[in-house]
C-alpha cells in the first residue's frame, strides 16, 4: 500500500464525476452502546452486490442516476426497517470516493442510531460487532482503513477519503483528517432546497431569511448532497499588481481613493457600517477594479455576519452567493468560483 499526505485541491478534484450521481453508493450503519459492556457497537452484514460484494458492510444500495444521497438515504432505512427511522436520527459520517479494480464509485456513509432495526437482525445474517474490535479480515480493503475513523468521530465531523484497490489489495489510500462541521438545515428550508436541486442541479437557487449560522448549515448540507462538500471558504488573494489598468478604471480608482481615501490594497483598521450604524465588516482586503466598477473586497473573518441576514444560497456550478443586511442597503457577493 502507498500512503501519501494528501492534498486538499487535488483530492478535491478526485471527488468530481462527469455526471452527477454515476456510480454513487449510500450506505446506513447502525450503531448503538452496550450499557452491560460499556461498547460502542455497529451493524454489519455481508454485501451482496456492488464493489464490495461479500465484505461486510452496513446497509448499503446504489443510487439511482441523477439521485441525490439524501433521496437514496431513504430507500436504504426504509428497507432497513421498514421506514421506521425518524427525522434527524442519523449523521453523515464520511464521503469515499473508490476505484475498484478501476471501476470508480463514490459512497456516501450514514450512522443511524434507529433502535427499530433490532427486529431486522432475525430476517438477515446482520450482527452486532464492537466498535473497537471490528472483523477486519471481513471489512473490504479500504474499509479496513476509514471504517473505525468515521464511526469514532464525534457527531457533525465528517471523514473523506480516496482509495484505489487492485485485485483486492489496497495500493492508494489518501485521507482528510475529520474536519467538517455538517449539520442540516430545519425541515422546512431542507424541503424546499431538495426542490430547488431537483429543479436545477448544481445551479440551484434558494433565497432565505435566516441567521449567518442557519446560512452556513444549509449551504454544508446541500453541497454535501450534491457531492460537492464546503470545507472551508476561497481565501482572497494576496494582491500585488494594480487591477486599474484601463483609462475607465483609473478614473474610478481616482474616485474611490478621494471620495472615500480607500487605498488599493487595502486596510485592516477600517471599518464598514450600513446606513442604520450597524458595523458590517472590520478592515478590507483590496479594493479590485473591473469593467463594471470598483468592488470591495473583503475576506471571510472580516465580515461581520451577525449583520446580515437574507442570504441567496446556489450550487456548486454557480460563480457566487448573495448576502444582505437587514434593510437591504448592503449587497455581499461570496465568491465561490473564478470569473
Not at 3 to 15: M, T
Not at 50 to 78: H, I, K, Y
Not at 114 to 130: F, N, P, Q
Not at 258 to 264: D, T
Request: glycine residues 8%; negative net charge; proline residues 4%.
Amino acid at each position: 500500500m502507498t500512503e501519501s499526505q494528501p492534498n486538499e485541491e487535488l483530492l478535491r478534484e478526485k471527488f468530481r464525476f462527469e455526471q452527477p450521481g454515476e456510480g454513487t453508493f449510500v450506505s446506513v450503519f447502525y450503531v448503538r452502546h452496550d450499557g452491560c459492556r460499556h461498547r460502542n457497537q455497529v451493524l454489519l452484514s455481508p454485501q451482496v452486490t456492488g464493489p464490495r460484494l461479500g465484505s461486510l458492510d452496513g446497509f448499503a444500495t446504489e443510487a439511482e442516476r441523477f439521485e441525490e444521497p439524501v433521496a437514496c438515504l431513504e430507500r436504504v432505512l426504509e428497507w432497513a426497517c421498514n421506514g421506521l427511522a425518524h427525522e434527524g436520527d442519523f449523521e453523515y459520517r464520511a464521503e469515499i470516493v473508490l476505484e475498484y479494480d478501476n471501476v470508480r464509485s463514490r459512497h456516501h456513509i450514514f450512522t443511524c442510531t434507529d433502535v427499530m432495526t433490532e427486529a431486522r437482525t432475525e430476517e438477515t445474517s446482520s450482527r452486532w460487532y464492537d466498535v473497537d474490535d471490528l472483523p477486519l479480515t471481513e471489512l473490504s480493503p479500504d474499509q479496513r482503513e476509514w471504517l473505525q475513523l468515521a464511526l469514532a468521530t464525534q457527531d457533525g465531523m465528517c471523514v473523506r477519503g480516496y482509495f484505489e484497490v487492485r485485485a483486492n489489495s489496497l495500493v492508494n489510500s489518501e485521507m482528510l483528517s475529520p474536519g467538517l462541521v455538517l449539520g442540516r438545515p430545519s425541515y422546512l428550508v431542507e424541503k424546499a432546497i431538495l426542490c430547488a436541486i431537483k429543479g436545477e442541479g448544481e445551479r440551484f437557487c434558494y433565497d432565505m431569511e435566516s441567521s449567518a449560522e442557519d446560512f452556513f448549515r444549509a449551504w454544508t448540507w446541500s453541497w454535501t448532497l450534491l457531492g460537492a462538500l464546503r470545507t472551508r471558504s476561497l481565501k482572497a488573494p494576496c494582491r500585488k499588481l494594480s487591477t486599474a489598468d484601463s483609462p475607465n478604471r483609473l478614473c474610478d480608482k481616482h474616485r474611490v481613493e478621494s471620495r472615500w481615501g480607500l487605498s488599493e490594497y487595502g486596510d485592516l483598521s477600517i471599518s464598514f457600517s450600513d446606513g442604520l450604524g450597524n458595523t458590517i465588516a472590520e478592515g478590507y482586503n483590496a479594493v479590485v477594479y473591473g469593467d463594471h466598477g470598483p468592488y470591495v473586497e473583503f475576506t471571510e473573518e472580516q465580515i461581520q455576519w451577525s449583520q446580515l441576514f437574507h442570504h441567496v444560497l446556489k450550487g456548486p456550478a454557480r460563480t457566487h452567493l448573495l448576502h444582505h443586511n437587514v434593510d437591504g442597503t448592503v449587497k455581499l457577493y461570496f465568491q465561490i468560483n473564478s470569473v
